[in-house]
C-alpha cells in the first residue's frame, strides 16, 4: 500500500509541475483587448524662440529614452498617430523603429491640446491592436480622465514633457491604468 500510494503522489506531483509549466508557456489569447499608450511630447523650444517649436536636446534625450524602455518591455503597436505639430511628430519619429518597425506615424487633427476627448474616443472605437498616441496637454490628461473614469475633468494624472500612459481595454467596457513612466525615471 505504501509503494502505491508513493507512486500515486509522485505521478499527481509530476502533473502539478507539468500543468505548471504548461500554463506559464502557453501565450495568452487578446480577446476585444486593446492597450492605449498615451505620451506626452518631449519637451520643446519656447514658442517666442522658434515658432514651430521642435524638440530641444533634452526632448529629443528623453523620447530616446522612452522608446529604449518600452522597447525593453516588449511593447508592439500596430499604429502611431500624433497631432502633425513638429513636436509631436519628432517624439513620434524617435519611437517609431523601436516599438512600431515598417510603419510610418500618422497625423491625426483630432488631438490638438484643446480637442475634445470624448469625439476621439468615439473615432478610435473600431481600431483593432495596440496604439501609441503622441499628443498635448490638456487633451492628454482629459482623455486618461474620461477613459478612466467617465470624467474628463477628473485630474486622473500628471504628465510632464515625456511622460507615457499604458491604458489598457476589457471586455466589459472598462479601461485600466496598467503603468506610467516618465523619463526623469530612466536616468
Request: net charge positive; charged share 20%; aromatic share 10%.
Amino acid at each position: 500500500m505504501r509503494v502505491y500510494g508513493s507512486r500515486l503522489f509522485f505521478s499527481c506531483a509530476v502533473q502539478v509541475i507539468f500543468l505548471g509549466y504548461a500554463i506559464a508557456h502557453i501565450k495568452p489569447i487578446r480577446i476585444n483587448q486593446m492597450k492605449l499608450y498615451l505620451m506626452q511630447h518631449g519637451e520643446a523650444v519656447a514658442k517666442q524662440d522658434d515658432p514651430q517649436r521642435p524638440l530641444t536636446d533634452k526632448g529629443k534625450s528623453d523620447a530616446n529614452r522612452i522608446a529604449v524602455f518600452m522597447r525593453q518591455a516588449g511593447v508592439k503597436v500596430e499604429r502611431i498617430i500624433h497631432s502633425g505639430k513638429l513636436r509631436t511628430q519628432q517624439t513620434a519619429d524617435r519611437l517609431v523603429n523601436a516599438i512600431s518597425p515598417g510603419n510610418k506615424p500618422e497625423a491625426s487633427d483630432k488631438i490638438n491640446p484643446n480637442d475634445s476627448a470624448v469625439a476621439f474616443y468615439t473615432h478610435c472605437l473600431g481600431w483593432q491592436g495596440d496604439s501609441l498616441i503622441v499628443g498635448h496637454l490638456p487633451f492628454l490628461d482629459h482623455f486618461v480622465a474620461h477613459l478612466i473614469t467617465g470624467n474628463k475633468n477628473a485630474g486622473f494624472t500628471t504628465y510632464t514633457p515625456g511622460t507615457v500612459v499604458c491604458l489598457e481595454y476589457h471586455d466589459d467596457n472598462s479601461w485600466t491604468l496598467n503603468w506610467m513612466m516618465s523619463p526623469e525615471l530612466l536616468k
